[in-house]
C-alpha cells in the first residue's frame, strides 16, 4: 500500500474511536473530494486552535471570541461561552460533564438553566486519564470562589466504570465541602451508555429525579 496514504491513515488513527478500516474510509472519502474542497478542509484543521477555544471558565466550546477574560496569559485570547455569560442561567447549580457533547446533548432538551463544568474525559487509567489530567483543579477553585455560598455540584459523568470511578472521586472531594449539594442524574441512563447519544426524555427523566 501507498507510504503516504498509509501515513494520512495513521493520523486519522489519532482520532478518538477511529480504527484503521474508519481511519482508511476516511482518506478514500477525502480523495473524492474536489481539490477546492480539500484546501477549505485543509485550512479548517490548521487554523483550529487559532479560531475556536474553549470557555475560560467552564471549558465549553466558546461562541464568543471577542469576549475574553483576565489579564493576558496563556489563555489570552479565549472567551466565555454563551452559557457563562447569561446572567439569568441559576447560578446556584452547576453540572458536572465529562465532555462537550455530553453538555450540548443536556442543553438540547433545554430543561437545564445552570451552569456547567466540562472535565475533558473520565478517569481511567488504562487511557492515561487521571484525577490530574481532568479539570478537577478547576472545579475545585470554581468551588472554592463561592466563598460558602449555596450550590448544587450534579454529576452527570457517564454510567459505566469510568464514569462511576469520576463520580465516587467528585463525592470524596466535594463531599464535605461547606455549602456544596451533590446529586447525581437518575438512573433514567441505563448503564454503560453515553449521554451525547442519549434521547432527550431519557435525559429528562434523569435531570428531574437525580439525587
Known sequence: MNTKFKDVVKLFQKLPG?????????????????????EEFGRAVANLRKEISFCTTCFNIS????????????????????????????????LVVEKVTDLDSIERTGLYKGLYHVLGGAINPLDGLTPETLRLRELEARIGQLNGKNVELIIATNPNTAGETTSHYIREVFGNKKGVYLTRLARGLSSGSNLEYTDEITLKNALDYRK
Open 18 to 38: 477511529v480504527g484503521p478500516r474508519q481511519a482508511a474510509r476516511f482518506v478514500i472519502a477525502l480523495m473524492d473530494k474536489p481539490e477546492a474542497e480539500l
Open 63 to 94: 461562541d464568543n471570541p471577542d469576549v475574553t477574560v483576565g489579564a493576558p496569559t496563556e489563555a489570552s485570547g479565549r472567551s466565555l461561552c454563551t452559557v457563562c455569560l447569561d446572567n439569568k442561567r441559576d447560578q446556584a447549580k452547576l
